[in-house]
Structure formats: C-alpha cells, structure tokens
C-alpha cells in the first residue's frame, strides 16, 4: 500500500528566505507526483505536476523536483512571500487505473512572516 | 460561475438526519472525485465517476451514497452518519479519467455530525 510522508509538519520562515519541503513516498512504481496548495477554507490548487519520466518542473519561485527510485520529491520555494502562507500537500498517482487515485500526504503548514 | 463549487460550505447534522452534499463544475470535465480530509489524517479518495459512471468505491460505508445525474453535477447523499465523519468532504473534476490527467478541487464542505 502505497504511502506518502512530508516532512516538515510546519514550518515558519521569515519573508525573502528560499525553503524546501520534502516528500517522500513508499512505492517507486509511480505514474506522476502532484504539489498542491491548500489555503483555509478553501479547495486545493495545484501548483506543479511531474511526471515518472521527468526530474523537475519549474514555475516561477517553484521548483519540484523527483526522484523516483528513491522515493522522494523536493518542493523549492524561491524568495517567500507572506503570500505563500498555506498548507502544502503532495500528492502520487501509482497509475495501474484509468483514472487518477491519488494517495496524498499530510501536508506542510507554510507560514511566511513579513 | 467558474471552477468546482461545493454547496453547502458548512454542515452541522445529527445522526439520524439526512442531508446531501453538492458539487457542480463549470469546465466542461467528464470526470468527477469526492475525497474526505479529515483532522490529522490525509486526504482519502471515496468515489470516483467517469461519465457518469462510477469507476471506484474506495471502500466507503454504505451511509455515503453518491450519485452523478450528470457530467457536471455530483452528489454524496448522507444518512445515519457517525462523529468520526465529521471532516472536509472535497469534489474534484478532471478533463477525463486518465491517471496523467490534473485535478481541478473544490473549496469543500466542512461537516460535523453531532
């Protein structure tokens, strides 16, 4: 059964600071891996998607990066804003289906101070 | 209106009530997601349609029932529900089925049952 962990739980960083957040999951056999941001009281908005085949994505101040046989997928944010300040999910897509089955983690609390 | 909206936002229910959630999306998707998030735990995909059809039943008791009249409207019926089903109920919409395919989330419906 496939299982996703991100680490850290929360983080609190000063604005301008560059962060990671990390992702890993427990079986490599994966068909793409999702970052999404949850703001409260609001739905999920993804934000980047990588596929099995590739080893980053880029937008703006984002960066995701994967790599699949070790389990693992970095989220980079660039210069943090105040505005960035949200729940952080990571989603993988084990695939084996005709539809997307996303098997999420628990999220990262981003909270960027002014 | 544009995206996924979710009606009602919020939702207090006893346990002998019944009460049904609603999700309609405005992309012109075929497939349509219910996932539950619930407190310290990640998000859980419950059903999945395709068409129309239901394509996944992840397992859910039979006190959630969904029904999809259409490819825009998705519904998850609800009677004689437990406290512990208490949680965010989200509605998801992708262009079709496939595994590659990007989920578009609604804002959710906050439920607490009494």
């Known amino acids: 059964k496939q299982e996703v962990t991100q680490i850290p739980a929360a983080l609190s960083v000063p604005e301008g600071e560059n962060l990671v957040l990390n992702c890993s999951f427990t079986?490599?056999?994966?068909?793409?891996l999702q970052w999404f941001r949850q703001d409260p009281g609001k739905g999920l908005t993804s934000l980047l998607l990588?596929?099995?085949?590739?080893r980053e994505q880029t937008s703006g101040r984002l960066n995701a990066s994967l790599d699949k046989s070790s389990g693992r997928s970095t989220l980079y944010i660039a210069a943090s804003q105040p505005g960035d300040s949200a729940t952080y999910l990571c989603a993988v897509n084990a695939g084996g289906t005709s539809y997307g089955k996303l098997t999420f983690g628990q999220g990262t609390i981003l909270t960027v101070h002014p | 209106e544009t995206g996924v909206t979710q009606t009602p936002r919020h939702l207090v229910m006893g346990m002998t009530n019944k009460k049904s959630l609603k999700c309609e999306q405005h992309?012109?998707?075929?497939?349509m997601y219910w996932y539950k998030q619930s407190a310290k735990k990640p998000l859980e995909l419950m059903f999945v349609y395709s068409l129309e059809e239901r394509v996944e039943n992840n397992s859910v008791p039979s006190r959630f029932s969904p029904e999809c009249p259409n490819s825009s409207h998705l519904f998850l019926h609800l009677h004689t529900l437990q406290p512990e089903d208490s949680a965010l109920y989200l509605c998801?919409?992708?262009?079709?089925?496939?595994?590659?395919?990007?989920?578009?989330f609604g804002p959710g419906t906050r439920l607490l049952v009494l």
């Open positions: 079986d490599s056999a994966i068909y793409n």
């Open positions: 998801a919409s992708s262009q079709e089925q496939g595994a590659w395919e990007t989920q578009y």
């Open positions: 992309l012109g998707h075929n497939a």
């Open positions: 990588i596929q099995s085949s590739q």
